[in-house]
């Protein structure tokens, strides 16, 4: 998973994250959520909630707040595989 250098656009600051590029790095943070939840001493995440963390996660990596229309938008670069995801979810129309 990479770390991607951010502008807050609202707040103008830089803050790293991670971002994810690959579906490799979405099964990273998965497993890797998997992994702190279950340190913390609870049981192991059932598919159906790894795979929501997995596309919630995917999908907010390309997006960035824009402060003249107030919604979230898509970096011009996003790849069809996430935007197939917003749309399968029904949190982006065409």
């Known amino acids: ?17 991670n971002f994810i590029r690959t579906n490799e790095d979405r099964l990273a943070h998965m497993l890797d959520c998997q992994a ?3 340190a913390d001493g609870y049981s192991s995440m059932s598919e159906k909630a790894l795979n929501n963390i997995g596309d919630i ?11 003249e229309t ?13 935007l197939e995801i917003a ?5 982006v129309t065409k």
């Not at 998973?1 to 994250?17: A, H, N, P, W, Y």
């Not at 996660?57 to 402060?67: E, F, L, M």
């Open 70 to 82: 107030g919604f979230l938008r898509f970096f011009p670069d996003t790849p069809a595989w996430v």
């Open 57 to 67: 996660a995917s999908v907010n990596s390309w997006q960035a707040h824009d402060p």
């Open 87 to 91: 749309e399968k979810r029904h949190w």
């Open 1 to 17: 998973m990479k770390q991607k250098t951010v502008v807050g656009l609202r707040i103008k600051s830089m803050c790293e994250r």
């Open 36 to 38: 702190r939840h279950c």
